[in-house]
């Protein structure tokens, strides 16, 4: 059987384990902090009292996985666990990269058209896809998850018209999606 992360129960509390489930914790943390600064300041909505909360609220979602990241830093790898990490390090990184490229090359395609409005929405898009493929490749359903909570923010988003309340609604969800998951990841063991 498999656990939530679907790691072999035989890993479920192993060191790995622990420290791979912390880092995709922080991942997620981090950027989720990323997106809902961007539904601030790009919603027209970063007021001091927002940015504050938000601003909490990311510290203790970045903090908590960076304590569990620490305090796991001294526990051994075994070999089956090394062996597990190179076996999904290449489909990670080519995820990741195709991603970034993706992102890059849409984004000046939208300046290149003139609809830079729209650049959430297709960031948004494309982060949301690269979930799925991470799904599968680190066997966690949590992740097919994220990516459609994130394409349904997306999808909800382009039914306003351009402007501050289209990009609070695409960011603020991709970011309640990302820190959503965080706490999933976190709570989960």
Not at 36 to 60: N, V
Request: with cysteine.
């Amino acid at each position: 059987m498999e656990t939530t992360i679907a790691v072999p129960n035989a890993l479920s509390h192993s060191p790995a384990h622990s420290k791979g489930r912390a880092i995709g914790a922080l991942i997620c943390g981090f950027f989720g902090a990323f997106w809902m600064f961007q539904a601030l300041f790009l919603g027209s909505a970063a007021s001091p009292l927002w940015l504050t909360l938000t601003a909490l609220i990311a510290a203790i979602l970045v903090l908590w996985p960076a304590a569990e990241l620490f305090r796991s830093r001294s526990a051994p790898y075994s070999c089956v666990q090394g062996v597990t990490w190179s076996s999904v390090s290449i489909p990670y990184w080519t995820v990741v990269v195709i991603e970034f490229v993706a992102c890059t090359v849409g984004g000046n395609w939208l300046n290149y058209v003139h609809r830079s409005d729209l650049s959430p929405q297709l960031i948004g898009l494309i982060v949301g896809v690269h979930f799925f493929p991470l799904a599968k490749i680190f066997r966690a359903p949590i992740y097919y998850w994220t990516g459609a909570a994130m394409l349904a923010g997306v999808a909800a988003s382009v039914a306003f018209p351009a402007g501050a309340v289209r990009n609070l609604t695409a960011c603020g969800l991709c970011g309640l999606a990302l820190w959503a998951t965080e706490l999933e990841i976190l709570v989960s063991r």
